[in-house]
């Protein structure tokens, strides 16, 4: 069984594509789990003219990254051999991507299978920020002996795919934070590689302010100082240099996570 796992919130305008193309995939299910909407986003996927597709409902957000998690738990639970995971905003004309990724991770024999969002031709059109990020991400796939397989390729940008014997192997809560997620599975010796490349902006993602776009950068470099001193047997700090990256990760609700997980039986 193929799953696709889609976290949406707000994603009203974009969520029937991201919907359409999974099942040109095609994938055995589609789980969105809709957390703090308050848009239609839950009248559209309970509407939408297929049985493979179902919701799970959260009334309160549950923050960046958690909802991947929660869908995590429940796929373990189905059974499924393989997981694509792909953020409810992403309605560009990604289906062939999504192919790539989860052509990887059932015959490929990989257990993630990452999307390269920069290649070489699009370097040059970073800002600042994202330049600086790309180098944190790159210096924790240089910690774990990944930067020569995947260069700056991280689960926190872009849709990816795992295999089950991931979704058995990694602690769910730490699905909630990619990059750790990520050096987990490296610790582990799980198989890991670039499975799609697409520029980011062919994804369809939506322009968002500049202060958004600030706390995600900020959010993933904290997640990847955390990755980078746990990955050298360090406290799990997001510092560096005298600078704390907290960005969303305050806002992420492990306490729900948690409560969901003990709810379904699903420890």
């Known amino acids: 069984m193929l799953v696709a796992v889609v ?10 594509k991201v919907l359409r193309n999974l099942l040109a995939v095609p994938v055995d299910l589609v789980l969105t789990v809709l957390n703090g909407c308050r848009d239609c986003s839950e009248q559209i996927v309970r509407s939408f003219p297929s049985r493979l597709v179902k919701a799970l409902v959260f009334p309160e957000p549950l923050g960046i990254d958690v909802p991947r998690a929660v869908g995590a738990l ?36 990989m257990d993630l299978a990452l999307t390269n969002c920069y290649p070489v031709d699009e370097l040059a059109r970073l800002s600042d920020l994202a330049s600086y990020l790309l180098a944190i991400r790159l210096a924790l796939n240089r910690e774990l002996g990944l930067a020569q397989t995947i260069g700056p390729a991280s689960p926190s940008h872009g849709p990816h795919a795992v295999s089950r014997r991931f979704l058995c192997s990694i602690p769910v809560r730490e699905i909630a934070v990619p990059p750790v997620a990520l050096a987990l599975a490296a610790r582990q010796g799980l198989k890991i590689g670039v499975g799609a490349t697409i520029a980011h902006r062919h994804l369809g993602s939506p322009f968002r ?15 990847s100082l955390e990755a980078i001193n746990m990955a050298r047997g360090l406290p799990r700090k997001r510092s560096l240099n005298g600078v704390t990256y907290l960005g969303y990760h305050p806002e992420r609700r492990f306490d729900l996570l948690e409560a969901f997980s003990l709810r379904e039986g699903l420890t």
Not at 7 to 16: D, I, S, T, V, Y
Not at 79 to 92: S, T
Not at 209 to 223: K, L, Y
Request: hydrophobic letters at 45%; proline letters at 5%.
């Open 7 to 16: 976290p949406a919130k707000n994603e009203a305008p974009r969520l029937e």
């Open 209 to 223: 302010s500049p202060v958004h776009a600030r706390c995600i950068a900020e959010t993933i470099i904290g997640d």
């Open 74 to 109: 429940q796929v373990r639970k189905l059974g499924a051999r393989a997981v694509l995971f792909v953020d409810g905003d992403m309605d560009g004309d990604i289906v062939d991507v999504l192919r790539d990724l989860a052509g990887a991770v059932t015959a490929g024999g």
